[in-house]
């Protein structure tokens, strides 16, 4: 059984900038995908490529088996997509335009009350269903965006950025979703919120400037950036190649004020060492605190820092 | 697909107020032309009655609305057709559709299907009006029915426009004025047969009232049908190919030459193999018989010069007399001259010249019989006479009696405009609460 989505060297430019640069990666069923990146980093436009509103210049694209170029209509089948924007037709009401979708997506007659009943009530609808999306609150507005998106029942699902603009417990309630979701379907959701890729995925994608910087799976993921680290804080500036050549330590950041984040092998905990040589240097130690790093730190450090990829 | 689609689109439309105001609005306007013709014809059917292939009551009330519907179709269409794709391009909803198993044809497809259904109910309002006339005359049918099938093409040509615009262009307002500005030109492109001399042939060609007006006079051409077909056909499959921000790929490029070049080839061809129905019930549109047998006689070439001043509207008459006597005899040509231009003197009694062999007959004016006569004296040499039968209008009367007209006042100028208006707004005002 080939994977659910097979890409392979994908490339979009628009004019002469790269949006999407070479980028490769699977999608297995039941795996969710969180695509992390900065602002302009390329999500959406990896989305939309995958959900085939738009082409892309080079590379391949396999939906469940499918090709997007030559075999567009198969490969969308499998697909349900949710924009940054959602598609709604807010002069109707929330019935209608569910029904519309079902439609578009050949869903058979037969099965689309069933369908819509079963998604109305799969995303809290069912009490809105008679209004007009126009008159709903945004996070409603979402909703609708994410039922529209699963009432063909298809075998992908891209979601970018699912949960903004919905309260927190409406986010909780997205977040039970996707991962129930997640069980029988393949999920891609993008998002700027780490804690949610915490906490509803299953593996990690970070793109930057076009190119795919990591993919990994969150549990080894969360060995990998949970390295130790030491914050000091001291009166005078410190000599940073004294520091760094003690053993131990692989990386000084400078902070304003003279404060110093150290990353360390935890085997190896170099902080009576460093306490030592400040001391016998007079610069002055004020504080000096453990620092637990969280997939926040890690993401600032690899997408500030570019060198980090190889 | 396709059917999900335009259904969805047409009843959209009924959803909003915009439509059914458009149909008031239309209704009103229409009904009014359509009211002040009939005191027209009223007051001038004793005199009709003693002229002598005077036009009928088709050709005086039918006719003109339907050419005056045209230009107010023009107006409107643009209006409907501007938000079809950009809009949804601008409210990132056609993600929806690109999104979804739907190829790019069938989407097409679907929004000017769903568009033109509404066009068409504007057609069919209109085209119901003028039955009224049924209640005190006879109407010509089979030129009624040509007026029908002359504005529905019309405004399918301008929906297929409006579409291609709307694909193209990233602002519905912008759209609205250019499929506004290319219809004008192409309905302007008309004036060239009255203000040159020598009318650009491929200029009239393309000119869409050209076409229509072919169409309104009861004459049924492959020429005019082949010209919408093209027409409509080209600006969807140039929509087709713009729809989605596609990347350059040279086979959809090298398709989209190819269908443009086959489609230009099928205008081609149905401009040489023509094949005509004259749906009009004396077959106004037709030469007699006698005419015929004349043409056929006469086989050297024929010259007809006009002299008659630019502008006229005689001019456009006299071409499409001509052009019945070209389709039965190939070699005649037809000039116009401006006598301001030349410094002519010409007298009332010569505005037209026939030539045929090196000799000439003048002529006042020309209608089939005037023309046939001068051909038929200089083919035979002799003075006969030539039996050209003149072809009487059989719509001839209308007789209405006041409170008709009183009734049909109220009822196409109120009652059905408040209609319309009040289902919209009760329609509007039901959904909008939801």
Same mark, same amino acid.
């Given at each position: ?130 209004? %007009? ?55 891609? %959701? ?21 190119? %795919? ?98 | ?23 008031? *609005? ?8 359509? &009211? ?41 269409? $643009? ?43 504007? *057609? ?129 490029? &090298? ?7 086959? &489609? ?24 007699? *018989? ?7 006689? &006469? ?66 004016? *020309? ?21 050209? $039968? ?45």
């Amino acid at each position: 059984m080939s994977a659910l989505i097979e890409v392979d060297q994908l490339s979009r430019y628009f004019g002469k900038t790269a949006a999407v640069n070479n980028i490769s990666f699977n999608l297995e069923k039941g795996e969710v995908l969180g695509f992390l990146g900065i602002n302009g980093a390329g999500k959406t436009t990896t989305m939309q490529m995958l959900s085939g509103c738009l082409e892309p210049s080079k590379g391949t694209l396999k939906i469940a088996g499918f090709d997007m170029l030559t075999a567009p209509l198969l490969a969308k089948r499998q697909i349900g997509y949710l924009p940054d924007t959602p598609p709604l037709y807010k002069d109707q009401t929330v019935t209608e335009f569910l029904t519309y979708c079902a439609q578009l997506h050949a869903v058979p007659k037969q099965n689309i009350t069933a369908a819509l009943d079963n998604t109305l009530e799969r995303c809290g609808l069912t009490k809105v269903a008679t209004r %007009l999306i126009n008159n709903l609150s945004k996070g409603f507005q979402q909703r609708v965006g994410i039922a529209q998106a699963i009432i063909h029942n298809p075998s992908i699902i891209i979601l970018d950025e699912p949960t903004v603009g919905l309260d927190p417990i409406q986010i909780k309630e997205i977040r039970c979703l996707i991962k129930e979701l997640g069980q029988d379907h393949g999920v891609i %959701l993008s998002t700027h919120i780490l804690s949610e890729v915490e906490e509803t995925c299953t593996q990690v994608q970070i793109i930057h400037k076009g190119q %795919l910087v990591v993919k990994e799976s969150l549990l080894n993921l969360a060995q990998l950036y949970k390295q130790n680290c030491l914050m000091i804080k001291t009166n005078q500036p410190v000599n940073l190649d004294l520091l760094s050549n003690i053993p131990g330590v692989y990386d000084i950041v400078t902070m304003p004020e003279h404060i110093y984040h150290i990353e360390y092998d935890p085997n190896l905990d170099p902080s009576q060492t460093v306490t030592e040589i400040i001391i016998s240097h007079g610069w002055g130690l004020q504080e000096m605190t453990p620092v637990k790093t969280t997939l926040e730190d890690w993401f600032v450090k690899y997408t500030s820092n570019p060198d980090l990829i190889q | 697909m396709i059917t999900t689609i335009a259904s969805h689109e047409f009843k959209s439309h009924f959803k909003s107020p915009m439509a059914w105001t458009l149909l008031a *609005v239309l209704q009103i306007i229409i009904a009014y032309i359509f &009211l002040t013709q009939v005191e027209t014809f009223i007051l001038m059917q004793a005199k009709l009655e003693n002229i002598q292939g005077a036009p009928g009551l088709t050709d005086i009330i039918i006719t003109p609305l339907f050419s005056n519907a045209g230009i107010i179709l023009l107006l409107v269409t $643009p209006l409907l057709t501007m938000r079809v794709i950009c809009e949804e391009r601008r409210n990132k909803t056609l993600n929806l559709l690109l999104s979804a198993p739907i190829s790019n044809t069938e989407i097409i497809l679907g929004k000017f299907i769903g568009t033109l259904g509404l066009l068409w109910v504007m *057609v069919l309002l209109i085209a119901l009006i003028p039955l009224a006339l049924l209640l005190g005359g006879d109407l010509d049918l089979g030129k009624y029915f040509a007026n029908v099938l002359g504005l529905s093409l019309l405004v399918a040509a301008f929906t297929a426009t409006g579409v291609f615009m709307s694909t193209i262009v990233n602002h519905p307002t912008v759209a609205a004025m250019g499929t506004f500005g290319s219809l004008l030109i192409l309905w302007l492109f008309n004036i060239s047969k009255t203000i040159s001399d020598q009318p650009n042939q491929l200029i009239e060609y393309l000119s869409l009232l050209n076409h229509f007006q072919n169409i309104q006079s009861g004459l049924i051409d492959t020429n005019d049908l082949g010209y919408f077909v093209v027409f409509i056909s080209l600006f969807i499959v140039l929509s087709i190919r713009y729809l989605s921000d596609q990347q350059l790929r040279l086979k959809k490029t &090298l398709l989209t030459i190819i269908m443009v070049t086959v &489609l230009a080839n099928m205008a081609w061809l149905s401009n040489i193999y023509t094949y005509q129905i004259d749906a009009t019930y004396n077959a106004s549109n037709t030469l007699s *018989v006698n005419t015929q047998k004349l043409l056929d006689a &006469l086989p050297d070439p024929v010259t007809i010069t006009t002299y008659i001043e630019k502008g006229q509207s005689i001019r456009s008459q006299i071409a499409q007399l001509v052009d019945r006597y070209q389709h039965q005899k190939k070699n005649i040509t037809l000039t116009f001259i401006d006598p301001k231009d030349k410094d002519l003197k010409i007298t009332p009694d010569s505005i037209v010249t026939v030539e045929y062999q090196g000799r000439h007959e003048n002529l006042a004016y *020309v209608d089939e019989a005037m023309l046939s006569q001068a051909l038929f004296k200089l083919g035979n040499n002799q003075a006969n006479k030539i039996d050209i $039968p003149i072809k009487n209008a059989q719509d001839k009367f209308l007789q209405l009696t006041e409170t008709q007209i009183t009734l049909l006042n109220y009822l196409y100028l109120l009652c059905l405009p408040f209609i319309l208006l009040l289902t919209g707004i009760i329609i509007w005002q039901k959904r909008k609460s939801k």
